[in-house]
């Protein structure tokens, strides 16, 4: 069974880079899904698909946040990292890594998403 574990800071200061990194452990790691995937909760909007990257290296964007994102992986280590740009206030939130086998980028659902990891809190103050 795959597991999954979100780290980074949970304080980030406007206008700076949120960076995130998932750890994959269990089942075949990073060879066990398709699709790995950023998804956040803020407040007023539920769930909002922030991209994903492919096994064969592939990314895909929101594309309204897509100037902002940076994806990035590392299979030997099975993690896979996020890099948010020039963030606000408004990229306040519950940030979760998520696999799927299949790619969901609009009003998706847990259920959309076979594993998840537990999310982090992540407030961009000053």
């Known amino acids: 069974q795959v597991q999954l574990q979100e780290s980074g800071p949970n304080l980030v200061q406007p206008s700076q880079t949120l960076s995130l990194t998932c750890t994959v452990s269990g089942g075949s790691g990073m060879r066990t899904y398709y699709y790995w995937n950023w998804i956040r909760e803020t407040s007023g909007k539920g769930l909002e698909w922030i991209g994903c990257i492919a096994n064969d290296g592939a990314t895909h964007f929101d594309p309204l946040l897509g100037r902002r994102i940076s994806l990035s992986r590392d299979t030997s280590k099975n993690q896979f990292s996020l890099q948010l740009s020039s963030v606000t206030p408004e990229d306040t939130g519950v940030y979760y890594c998520?696999?799927?086998?299949?790619?969901?980028?609009?009003?998706?659902?847990?259920?959309?998403?076979?594993?998840w990891g537990q999310g982090t809190q992540v407030d961009v103050s000053s």
């Open positions: 998520a696999a799927s086998d299949y790619l969901e980028t609009v009003q998706i659902k847990r259920t959309d998403f076979t594993a």
